[in-house]
């Protein structure tokens, strides 16, 4: 029960943030451009989340999603990390806990 509610938590998750990123939206952009990323970069990342929310999705893909979502994470976290942006580790958080929680009951 709890392995799938982390997965589809996942697949929600990385398929939302993958929407607003590749939305680009005014907030989102001002993030992407404060942290020194070109201005395509938000939906470049909204492209590979929601490919992670659908390889997730799939038994025969999932531990491709988990690892290109563990990626995806881990660059964020640098990301913020390295330019003190705290405010964006706690939804970080809950995705490094449900990764880690997924993979290691599948």
Do not use: C, K
């Not at 799938?4 to 929407?19: E, Q, R």
């Not at 939305?23 to 938000?42: E, H, K, L, M, V």
């Not at 995806?72 to 640098?78: G, H, P, R």
């Amino acid at each position: 029960m709890v392995h799938a509610l982390s997965i589809w938590l996942l697949i929600a998750g990385f398929f939302g943030a993958g929407l607003i990123n590749a939305i680009g939206t005014s907030g989102t952009q001002s993030d992407f451009a404060r942290w020194g990323y070109p201005r395509w970069w938000s939906i470049f990342t909204g492209g590979l989340e929601i490919m992670s929310a659908v390889l997730i999705a799939f038994p025969v893909s999932r531990v491709v999603g988990l690892a290109l979502g563990a990626v995806i994470i881990a660059a964020a976290v640098l990301t913020v990390l390295r330019h003190r942006d705290f405010s964006h580790l706690v939804p970080l958080s809950v995705f490094v806990a449900l990764i880690a929680l997924a993979g290691t009951s599948s």
